[in-house]
């Protein structure tokens, strides 16, 4: 015989004929972990412990973008960092498939949703390189490193060495500030200027460098700064 049906089972019994029919709207954040979680403990009341990280974490943006340690700090299980993972992961992978085997220019507003959802909400600083051929398809996205952009002089050399070796024509480079505000910094516009004069001599094209943060993103390019 299988267990008795409980109260936690009637109320997620109800989340989810509220997500079937009114789709991820119908669900506040909290209720959105809530489900998660209840797929790495299906007889346990997840409400409390999913508000308590949103709280935690500062939102649902930065509690999906958490790294492992820093979830079991707050007492997660594997199984319950795997469920969290695993939206995040899907999130991203259906943004991206929106910029695949298109012109990345021509297709801008979905580039930057993709970059806001995957970047944004990171506590720590990284940079992302986005190689494109001639015809401005994209040929790979490239985490190259984390760290601030002040450090990062070492790695023209490096990116405009992959652009060549992925035989890319252009390149548009991308990182987060974990502020939340987009403003570019000077490090930020002399790395740029940095990969422009480094990538004029090779033939490789910077389009454009943009910044992420929770409260936007910020083109180099359309504030005549590249």
Same mark, same amino acid.
Request: net charge neutral; aromatic share 2%; with cysteine.
């Given at each position: 015989? #299988?267990?008795?049906?409980?109260?936690?089972?009637?109320?997620?019994?109800?989340?989810?004929?509220?997500?079937?029919? #009114?789709?991820? +709207? %119908?669900?506040?954040? $909290?209720? *959105?972990?809530?489900?998660?979680? &209840?797929?790495?403990?299906?007889?346990?009341?997840?409400?409390?412990? =999913?508000?308590?990280?949103?709280?935690?974490?500062?939102?649902?943006?930065?509690? *999906?973008?958490?790294? /492992? +340690?820093? *979830?079991?700090?707050?007492?997660?299980?594997?199984?319950?960092?795997?469920?969290?993972?695993? %939206?995040?992961?899907?999130?991203?992978?259906?943004?991206?498939?929106?910029?695949?085997?298109?012109?990345?220019?021509?297709?801008?507003?979905?580039? #930057?949703?993709?970059?806001? /959802?995957?970047?944004?909400?990171?506590?720590?600083?990284?940079?992302?390189?986005?190689?494109?051929?001639?015809?401005?398809?994209?040929?790979?996205?490239?985490?190259?490193?984390?760290?601030?952009?002040?450090? =990062?002089?070492?790695?023209?050399?490096?990116?405009?060495?992959? %652009?060549?070796?992925?035989?890319?024509?252009?390149?548009?480079?991308?990182?987060?500030?974990?502020?939340?505000?987009?403003?570019?910094?000077?490090? +930020?516009?002399?790395?740029?200027? +940095?990969?422009?004069?480094?990538?004029?001599?090779?033939?490789? =094209?910077?389009?454009? $460098?943009?910044?992420?943060? &929770?409260?936007?993103? &910020?083109?180099?390019?359309?504030?005549?700064?590249?």
């Amino acid at each position: 015989m #299988g267990d008795k049906p409980t109260s936690a089972d009637g109320h997620r019994a109800r989340l989810r004929l509220r997500l079937l029919e #009114g789709g991820g +709207d %119908a669900l506040l954040d $909290h209720e *959105l972990v809530e489900y998660l979680l &209840t797929l790495a403990v299906p007889r346990r009341d997840t409400k409390p412990l =999913a508000k308590r990280l949103i709280a935690a974490f500062g939102g649902i943006g930065r509690l *999906l973008c958490a790294d /492992a +340690d820093a *979830l079991r700090r707050e007492g997660l299980t594997d199984g319950m960092i795997g469920a969290l993972a695993i %939206a995040r992961a899907t999130a991203h992978r259906l943004l991206e498939t929106r910029i695949e085997e298109r012109p990345v220019l021509s297709s801008w507003d979905a580039l #930057g949703e993709y970059l806001q /959802a995957s970047m944004a909400h990171d506590a720590v600083e990284q940079v992302r390189v986005l190689f494109l051929n001639a015809k401005n398809m994209l040929l790979s996205n490239e985490a190259l490193w984390r760290g601030s952009v002040d450090e =990062a002089a070492v790695h023209v050399r490096e990116v405009i060495g992959r %652009a060549i070796a992925l035989g890319a024509s252009a390149i548009i480079i991308v990182h987060n500030h974990p502020s939340g505000d987009p403003t570019p910094s000077q490090a +930020d516009i002399r790395l740029t200027r +940095d990969l422009v004069d480094a990538g004029r001599h090779m033939k490789v =094209a910077v389009h454009d $460098h943009v910044i992420v943060g &929770t409260q936007g993103r &910020t083109s180099l390019r359309a504030q005549g700064l590249l």
